[in-house]
DNA sequence: ATCTTCTTGTGCTACCTTTCACAAGCGAGA
DNA sequence: TCTCGCTTGTGAAAGGTAGCACAAGAAGAT
């Protein structure tokens, strides 16, 4: 396991794992290369070579072994444990993603949430107090926080960044426009709205210039 | 402008995009490949190279106008107009997403909401009325939608997808935690907060066991 | 007019990711 | 036990993407 695994791969191993509980639910027992591939949108050869890196884990023939398969990927990604995780800003992002009821079904416990806004701090917002960011190194540490994620307005979502991965947070899911400067250890993903719709509108716009090209 | 644009490429054109907008705001005129490069976490190699795919913008030894820049790459990306988008699904993203001021800023017009929870339906979110789905075909028809945002729950979103395309959608943005499967001239892009966060999982997990094996 | 300094644009190279193709292996049936 | 059908695991090839390094060019100093 000492070989550097690619973003891409990790994401779809996540495709994957999602993919097999919900086989796993439906109480199907073995599952192809073939059939993940079809319904996570890839090949049935990156399929298995995603998983080769890790181990053998199918039997051939047959194919893998559903649940079995399952928690390998578990323990593969880390989702063995349970993480707590802790919002900072409570806006309209902030508080859609305390009211997520997905993270919890999914092993992330939202515990904690700040904002600046003395009118936000004491809310209850779905079942988290929201507190004054003077709380946040305390929290953390008590809490053991991990993950931060960033729903702040842009220009305050470098010094809360840098505040949470001091106070001990190892991950930052960024929802702020910008790019974080952030020392490598520190793990980041972004979740940028108006970078993926700019994305769609030029490909919108280069299929529409294609086919007037041909027409 | 024959050659095929990879994803990477058009994010950190938006990327770029987003960079010189500030700068022009502050009136800077002239900015290096250097400068592009640090602010958006990239190489000034890569900024070039992405950049020359388009055509040669910048003055040797001097760098690029920004002005100019920002309205090449406007221009690359398809957002010297604006775009009309719909948001399917008024729950607690949807409705994030209605209010996102950012939106208008940047081009994009958030001009219908649809849902099936009839409680909501009538509705007004962020000075849009939500419409029950029976009004989508004739809604997406009159306004001349062109983007739909999938903020369903998983279980209603290929449905919904489906039906906006069939409506003159030419992209989707999915909020939805699921692998779409569209027509290849549809362009979709994913919002997938578990994914993203398993991701961190892994790298938390695996930066981890790597130092634990260096101690 | 020439030199110096700076930065772009780009061919080449190195690396990384995906796809291909097939031997190895498994189970069922005769 | 042998054969057949099926699927995995993987080395090798193909296809992309990113980084290097330098010639070409631009402006200002001498």
Redesign the pocket.
């Known amino acids: 396991m000492a070989r550097?695994i690619?973003?891409?791969?990790v994401r779809?191993l996540s495709r994957y794992l999602r993919r097999l509980r919900t086989l796993d639910r439906q109480e199907l027992k073995v599952?192809?290369?073939?059939?993940?591939a079809e319904s996570t949108g890839?090949?049935?050869?990156?399929?298995?070579?995603?998983?080769?890196h890790f181990?053998?884990?199918?039997?051939?023939?047959?194919?893998?072994a559903v649940t079995d398969l399952r928690v390998q990927l578990e323990e593969i990604l880390g989702l063995t444990r349970r993480w707590r995780v802790a919002v900072l800003g409570v806006g309209r992002i902030g508080s859609a993603l305390l009211g997520y009821g997905f993270f919890t079904q999914r092993g992330f416990d939202v515990v904690a949430a700040f904002d600046t806004d003395r009118s936000m701090v004491g809310r209850e917002v779905a079942g988290v107090t929201v507190q004054p960011l003077k709380e946040l190194e305390r929290t953390f540490e008590e809490l053991e926080i991990s993950i931060a994620i960033i729903a702040t307005p842009v220009e305050a979502a470098q010094k809360a960044a840098d505040r949470a991965v001091r106070a001990g947070a190892k991950a930052i899911l960024n929802f702020a426009p910008i790019k974080l400067g952030m020392s490598p250890e520190v793990a980041v993903r972004e979740m940028d709205v108006t970078l993926e719709l700019e994305g769609l509108c030029y490909l919108v716009t280069e299929a529409r210039a294609a086919t007037d090209v041909k027409e």
């Open positions: 550097k690619s973003d891409s791969t779809r599952v192809s290369s073939r059939e993940l890839t090949t049935a050869a990156q399929v298995r070579k995603d998983l080769s181990g053998s884990f199918g039997k051939r023939g047959q194919g893998y």
